[in-house]
């Protein structure tokens, strides 16, 4: 059995390309077809029925191509829409919330977890209930870190600027003692060198993307939808908003040239 038809992921613009790049570590030979919605991004300080909608909108723009799945890559979409999606939809559809969950879970032991996103990431509580499910006794501390999106755009990986932001935004994290730390955004896996430092090396951090990879190749396997390709999937970006940013961008959030960008 060998299912060709591509994987869906759509994001609120280019942070989803995080997802992307681990999607093709774990799943070489899946096509992927990716959806960025930069005319609406950001989507992280926006109401949950702004974000449903946009979410509803980037689904049925990803079932005109026939993808078999559907990744959810943006944490604040992910946090906000994906039930409603899975309702309205019949495609399996994956978000980044629960395999992150699960994966601090198993790294905490009995410790804290801490979780990181945006605004409304946080505020929804999405990573709370995830996290009641999997391990019903872990408390969590949250905290909303809206600034990194901005310096993971902005290149500003290893600025000092964004030190002295990272040891405002962790302080508390860092108090509480978590043991794993999720970065519950899309962007965040690009500033994760700061994170680390400041937080210690005792304390995991828990890439969303990672874990979203992984859990969809169980998925794929389990529902015999994976393609027999080893390799050389092929990648098409499409966006709300003209292409040439994305494209500039994308590259250092894929790490490598985004070869086929076009406006949806
Ligand atoms: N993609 C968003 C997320 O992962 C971050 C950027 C935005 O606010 O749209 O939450």
Redo the contacts with the bound molecule.
């Keep these: 059995m060998s299912d060709k038809r591509p994987i869906g992921i759509f994001?609120?613009?280019v942070?989803?390309l995080t997802v992307v790049k681990e999607m093709r570590r774990v799943l070489p030979g899946e096509d992927i077809i990716y959806f960025g919605?930069t005319a609406?991004?950001?989507?992280?300080?926006?109401s949950k029925e702004t974000i449903k909608r946009f979410s509803i909108e980037n689904v049925n723009f990803l079932l005109k191509y026939n993808v078999k799945l559907i990744v959810v890559?943006?944490?604040?979409?992910?946090?906000v829409a994906l039930p409603l999606l899975r309702r309205s939809f019949k495609v399996p559809i994956v978000g980044?919330v629960m395999p992150g969950a699960r994966r601090a879970a198993a790294l905490s032991g009995y410790g804290k977890i801490g979780l990181i996103?945006?605004r409304?990431?946080i505020s929804s509580g999405a990573y709370e209930k995830a996290l009641k499910k999997v391990a019903p006794k872990l408390k969590v501390i949250s905290k909303p870190c809206?600034l990194f999106?901005s310096l993971a755009e902005e290149g500003w990986t290893s600025h000092r600027l964004t030190r002295l932001i990272a040891k405002e935004y962790l302080a508390p994290l860092k108090k509480a003692k978590v043991k794993s730390l999720i970065l519950?955004?899309?962007?965040?896996p690009l500033l994760y060198q700061v994170i680390k430092r400041e937080m210690g090396k005792g304390v995991r951090l828990v890439d969303?993307a990672r874990s979203v990879a992984d859990e969809t190749a169980i998925i794929l396997r389990e529902r015999s939808l994976l393609t027999s390709a080893r390799k050389g999937g092929m990648q098409k970006f499409f966006v709300s908003d003209e292409p040439m940013r994305f494209a500039g961008l994308g590259k250092r959030f894929l790490g490598k040239k985004l070869k086929y960008v076009r406006k949806a």
Excluded at 73 to 79: D, G, L, Y
């Design positions: 994001d609120s613009g942070g989803g919605d609406h991004v950001p989507y992280g300080a926006k890559a943006c944490n604040t979409s992910s946090s980044v996103g945006t409304t990431t809206p999106v519950g955004c899309t962007h965040y969303s």
